[in-house]
């Protein structure tokens, strides 16, 4: 339902779709919050809702989806802090956060899932140091955080190769 013109609130009754694996409402006028009953999707793999007019702060239900590959949920008002379970999220390759409102540090156990590659955390209002863990993530391949408010040394990362591609700001 990309630019579908969807409006109003994320019904709390999606997650009576069981079956879910994958939802896609990017660029449409959504408002309200992400729904916290999200987490009972256990078998969502890709959740994308950038693009809307959410706001609120990221349910950390969300960590109960443990298969989530892909959470996009950049271009929105979302505020708060991070919740660190999304660093339980084994199965997660690609986080994208930009370009909302988010605050405070970013969580140490956020480079913890295996598969994680991709890291986009531009345009929010973090602070705080790069997690060392976040820079030992094995396979993580692209890590943007340019316009924030990240300070201290940037980490040594440890298995940097050609292909990896780190931005911070």
Do not use: K, W
């Not at 349910?59 to 929105?76: I, K, Q, T, Y």
């Not at 540090?105 to 140091?129: D, H, Q, R």
């Not at 940097?160 to 700001?169: E, K």
């Amino acid at each position: 339902m990309e630019a579908g013109g969807l409006t109003g609130d994320i019904p709390p009754c999606i997650s009576n779709l069981t079956s879910l694996v994958r939802i896609h409402m990017a660029n449409n006028q959504l408002s309200g919050h992400v729904p916290q009953d999200l987490g009972r999707l256990t078998g969502l793999r890709y959740l994308n809702l950038s693009t809307n007019a959410l706001s609120g702060e990221i349910p950390p239900s969300l960590s109960s989806c443990a298969g989530l590959e892909v959470l996009a949920l950049s271009s929105n008002s979302i505020g708060g802090a991070i919740p660190p379970s999304l660093g339980t999220l084994r199965n997660l390759s690609s986080l994208d956060l930009a370009s909302n409102e988010l605050s405070g540090e970013i969580p140490p156990l956020l480079g913890s899932s295996p598969a994680l590659e991709s890291v986009t955390l531009i345009n929010n209002l973090l602070n705080g140091e790069i997690p060392q863990f976040l820079a030992n993530c094995s396979s993580l391949r692209y890590l943007s955080l340019d316009n924030n408010s990240i300070s201290g040394a940037i980490p040594a990362f440890s298995t940097a190769q050609p292909s990896q591609r780190y931005i911070f700001g």
